[in-house]
């Protein structure tokens, strides 16, 4: 707020600045222009001389009112002329000049009201540069009102939520410049509240389970140890007693195998929840974005991108939800295609709309194709690539909630996702 501050300074002595330059501008160019009308008189009296003051065209000197002859020589001496001519000199609402043109002499009318026109000119300049400078002012108190004291009040709401404070709602102002802006950053507390929130309860769900299954563990593993060194004792010699106790171990053993096999369940189990709303939409709204975003992404990479021609038919699912499983599928083609080039089909059978997206360059080994949609699989081919293994594990969850599906096929040079989604 300094930094507007020391604007707001700037603009209104610049302001300033321009008001009074445009008056002295003024002022002096109407001092300039105030002894014109000698120019004209002079002008005008050797007109006179030439052809006569009756065929002198008067209209060719605006600042000359009328011209009149006044006193010859012969009629006047100078003394007493030159009193007569200072009376007219005295007038307050026009000025005359004497001239003698050969014998005669004349006065010219000059029009003398030229302070009130310079007032008048630098009244209506000054209200003019007035009104553009309060508009001026009004436009910046305007941006200062609407655009700067909003996001004044909002520039610190990323660093709260990076911090982990999720707590404290967001005020909803109808402001057209934020106020979706600051719908959208509540609606994103709200879902990374409740992502915190989920990953605390699966974590304390996990941690319960984990410690009730590690007890659980221990009573068939003492039964072990104790059957183990019994008959390392020799303490069991009846054949029947032997096999019974073998029978036991065994038993016991199994219970030791679902409990890990429970852990690694639950371990594995999918941790992330997902919601999908039931919709419309149609294909090139999904593929518009699409061709937007990775053109110019492909295009700095010098990789081929090509879409082809497809009927723009209208689809049943979650139009977001939808895009997001097309970018995962494109940002996995990048990362573990060869750019070279990438290309997008389309084809449709029965209820469904199906999109293939080919990536050039195979690096996964035939046998790992299965599990690429695993989750937290990471296969052979992703050596010094970053990556979760969620991606498209997050794929085929979202298109099965939208009545979907999701595969993959590889070939030596190429692999290719399909996405199938049903059409309305």
Not at 84 to 111: A, G, K, N
Not at 208 to 229: C, G, N, R, V
Not at 249 to 259: G, L, M
Not at 345 to 372: A, K, R
Request: aromatic share 10%.
């Amino acid at each position: 707020m300094k930094e507007l501050k020391k604007m707001w300074i700037g603009v209104v002595f610049l302001l300033l600045l321009l008001i009074a330059g445009a008056n002295f501008y003024v002022c002096n160019r109407e001092n300039m222009d105030g002894d014109f009308y000698k120019v004209e008189i002079k002008r005008m009296a050797d007109e006179i001389k030439k052809i006569g003051v009756d065929a002198v065209d008067k209209q060719k000197y605006p600042t000359i009112k009328q011209v009149e002859v006044l006193r010859t020589k012969d009629d006047l001496n100078r003394e007493k002329q030159m009193e007569y001519f200072q009376i007219f000199l005295e007038e307050s609402d026009h000025v005359y000049q004497i001239r003698q043109i050969d014998e005669d002499y004349y006065r010219f009318d000059i029009d003398i009201n030229k302070e009130n026109g310079i007032k008048t000119l630098q009244v209506v300049l000054n209200i003019t540069l007035l009104i553009m400078a309060a508009g001026i002012l009004m436009i910046l108190w305007y941006i200062k009102r609407k655009v700067l004291i909003p996001f004044e009040k909002i520039r610190e709401i990323p660093y709260e939520l990076a911090k982990g404070n999720l707590t404290m709602p967001l005020t909803f102002e109808k402001n057209k410049y934020f106020g979706n802006f600051i719908w959208g950053l509540n609606l994103l507390r709200e879902h990374l509240e409740h992502q915190k929130e989920l990953c605390l309860s699966l974590q304390k769900d996990k941690s319960m389970l984990l410690l009730s299954l590690s007890h659980d563990i221990k009573t068939p593993l003492s039964a072990i140890k104790l059957y183990a060194k019994a008959l390392s004792k020799n303490l069991y010699t009846d054949k029947e007693r032997q096999k019974e106790v073998a029978e036991n171990i065994n038993e016991k053993a199994d219970e030791i195998e679902s409990f890990v096999n429970q852990i690694i369940q639950n371990t594995s189990e999918e941790f992330m929840e997902f919601t999908v709303e039931d919709g419309e939409f149609y294909l090139s709204e999904a593929m518009d974005k699409i061709e937007t975003y990775y053109g110019d992404k492909l295009s700095y990479r010098h990789t081929k991108f090509f879409i082809s021609t497809y009927g723009n038919c209208l689809l049943k699912g979650d139009r977001e939800r939808f895009i997001e499983v097309l970018e995962n599928i494109m940002e996995n083609a990048i990362k573990y295609g060869d750019g070279r080039e990438i290309c997008i089909d389309f084809s449709q059978e029965e209820d469904c709309q199906l999109i293939w997206i080919t990536n050039s360059g195979n690096t996964l080994p035939e046998q790992e194709m299965t599990h690429i949609f695993d989750s937290f699989w990471r296969g052979s081919n992703t050596k010094g690539i970053e990556g979760s293994g969620l991606g498209l594990s997050i794929c085929r969850k979202l298109m099965q909630k939208m009545k979907g599906d999701i595969f993959a096929t590889g070939k030596r040079d190429s692999v290719t996702i399909t996405v199938v989604i049903p059409k309305k």
